[in-house]
């Protein structure tokens, strides 16, 4: 079946520290990929997408991804993160021969000063 | 800027109602979806749609039922309301689903079924 997995659930770091959050799908064929967050009290935002081309992404607010195809792995990373990044993250893949967008389970992420 | 407005942000109902949720995007997007989130589970997809009138089911379509008449509105139906569907839905919409593209959030209805 076509999943998405987050390896982390819950993650606590303290400001300046480096991030990094795990994403693996097992979908084969050609997938476009996303990283979305959803701060508290807001919407599902978009913040950073792969849809081909540089496998290394970068998005909003200094997030990057890195796709990784043999290892079917999608990763999130900031080098230095701050209170106010503080959230829930979400690993989404769509398959070009679905309709779907699938999301893995989520990752909160507690930033402490 | 797509905007995918929820009709409401909070709904407490009663068990056996039946409930309306309802989804309304201003950017002709062909695919609209709902999804409902719960802690530790992530979002999970409901129901969506590429089209007026035609439907897909998702991966929890059970109790739920959808609406689409008009391009821009995606209804979601709670046919006999439960506690188990106590839940935050969100709707979303894309352009179309070939090729790359994004979906866009609105900002949730959290429904609690008493």
């Known amino acids: 079946a076509q999943s998405v997995s987050q390896h982390n659930h819950h993650v606590i770091l303290s400001e300046a520290a480096s991030l990094e959050l795990g994403c693996n799908y097992s979908?084969?064929?050609?997938?476009?990929l996303f990283w979305y967050v959803q701060y508290p009290g807001q919407h599902l935002q978009l913040l950073l997408k792969?849809?081909?081309?540089?496998?290394l992404v970068k998005g909003i607010k200094g997030f990057e991804a890195e796709f990784i195809k043999s290892k079917f792995s999608f990763n999130l990373r900031k080098p230095s993160v701050q209170w106010s990044d503080t959230a829930e993250y979400f690993c989404a893949v769509k398959s070009n021969s679905g309709y779907a967008l699938n999301f893995g389970k989520g990752t909160s992420l507690l930033v402490t000063p | 800027d797509v905007k995918v407005t929820q009709s409401s942000r909070y709904l407490v109902k009663r068990t056996g109602e039946k409930v309306f949720l309802e989804c309304v995007q201003d950017?002709?997007?062909?695919?609209m979806f709902w999804y409902r989130q719960d802690p530790g589970l992530g979002l999970r997809l409901i129901y969506f749609?590429?089209?007026?009138?035609?439907?897909e089911k998702g991966d929890i379509p059970e109790g739920y039922s959808v609406s689409r008449e008009k391009k821009e509105r995606f209804s979601l139906i709670l046919e006999s309301a439960s506690t188990n569907q106590t839940s935050m839905y969100l709707c979303a919409s894309a352009l179309r689903w070939t090729g790359n593209t994004e979906a866009f959030f609105g900002q949730g209805t959290r429904l609690t079924v008493v």
């Open positions: 792969y849809f081909s081309g540089d496998p």
């Open positions: 950017m002709d997007h062909e695919n």
């Open positions: 749609s590429y089209d007026v009138k035609m439907k």
């Open positions: 979908y084969g064929g050609t997938v476009n």
